[in-house]
Each structure stands twice: as C-alpha cells, then as structure tokens.
C-alpha cells in the first residue's frame, strides 16, 4: 500500500486542484507536524555529524550555488526553481523510506537536521537577497523570512527534545507513531500538487510555456544528479540507501511554500514537478527493494 500511497497521491491532487485553495494552508501545520514526530525518535546523541553527512552539505551547497549561477542570466525564473530543488533540506519522510529500503535512519536523519539547520539560519539571508519583493527592504525581509522560517524548522526539534525529559510517556507514545509522518507526508503531497497544478492553470499563458517545461525538465535534472551523486557520497561511506535518500529526498512541501512566499511563484513550479520525479524515484526503488525480498524468500524456501 505505501508504494502505491505516493502515486496515488500525486494523481488525486492534480484531480482535486480546484478545491485546493480550501487546504492550501495545512502545508506549514504539516511540515512542523511531520518534524516534530520524526525527531522525537531521536536522542542527542544520535547527532554525531561525521564525514558522511559534511560531505552531502557541501555537495548540496555547491550544486545549489552553481546552478543558480550558470542559469540566472539565461532565465531568473528557472534559476530560483532549479536552486531551490537543490537548497532545500531533506524530506521529514526520507528516513521512513530510508527504513524501509534497509538504509541508515540516524544517518539521513542527522544529514537532515544539519539541512535544516542550514535554511532556517542562511535561508532568510538568501532568500531577502534573491527574491522578487522589492517593495520590501533587505532587512525587513530578512527579518520576515527568519520569523517564519526558524521556528518553522527548528521549533520541531526543541519541542522533541524537551517533551523527552519533561513527559516520557507522551514522548514514547509519538516515538511509536513514527509512521504516521509517512502518511502525512502523503497528504502534504496530495495538497502540494494540487496546488501547484491549480497555480499553473490560473496563470498559464502561451509566453510561460516554455518557462513551465524548462522549469519541470531542471527538476528533473535536479533530482536524477541528487539521488545518483548521493548515492555515490554513500557509497564511499558504506550506505548507498541514506546517501540517495538524504541528498535526493527533498521536503518539496517546504520548498513550494517557501518559493510561494518569496519568489517568483512560478519557481515553485520547479519543487512541484520534483515531487513528482522523487516519488517515481521512491516508488520504484521500493517495489524493487520488495521485489528483491519476495525473490530471498522464494529461494529459501526452495531451499527448505
């Protein structure tokens, strides 16, 4: 059933679009949702950042960096989607799909607190700069942007930290909802797309058309090199799995939020169809893991 979740989800929100503005804002309530559940799971100690998750930040760094460079002055639309795709951090549910591939949870989940921490602090900085509000200083953007953005990320973890040693009970009741935050990461999907097709119909012209293709095949592009170059980094460091899912799962519900808000909002156009290449991506590396299992089990009970 989870593998068809993530399909079904894109499909019944590209149907549903035009009810979407009545659940569009959910979005934030279900990344900060979504956060807080999968870092409850976490201890302290399970954030020791080692060479592994350093080297899949400055690869995510520079491949943002460059990307936004070499497109800018070709298409500034392009140049914010394409960015964004790379910037921002891991999904709340990559260690989910990570467990489920046979991956490193601690690993994607340490790389994705260090991802986090890393928009929530420069974010509001890049974005102040980048964005399209010029009615707007820097600094009264930048201090917009940190309003929202740092407790949006960060206020999870606090929470998760504080609730582990003022109310054990609670705290390990929600440490064993931990797959809750897959199917809400679903729902956040079923409103994302459902969104962004909404937004593309509303302001589609025959001038953005190309704008729109190019911006679906940078995401594409975006998350074919994230997921292989991940791979990759992981596999040097003895985790092909958490090195995929950690570089190439992205919280698209934060970015499409993230470039309505403060970008062009055609950019999110770009995070959007990335939602739809990563859970291809997902969904077939999950019947294939299962595929996989089904084809051990065959054989030893041939065996037997």
Partial sequence: MKT??????MVGGAVFSPWMQYLTFLSPYLIFTMLFITYCKLEIRDFRPNRFEITLLFAQIILAAVAYGLTFFWNRTLAEGVFICFFIPTATAAPVITSMLGGSISKVATYSLMCNA????????????IGEHSEISFFDSFKLILSQVFPLILMPLAIALILRYSAPDIHSKIVRMQQLSFYLWAIAIFIVVGSCVSFAIKNWTPDSTGTICLLAFGALVACLLQFKLGRVIGGKFGDKVAGGQGLGQKNTVLAVWLALAYLNPLASLAPAAYVAWQNIINSWQLMRHQSRINARRMDNSIGQ
């Fill in 118 to 129: 890393l928009v929530a602090v420069t974010g509001p900085i890049i974005f102040a700069a």
């Fill in 4 to 9: 068809l979740m993530l399909p079904i989800a």
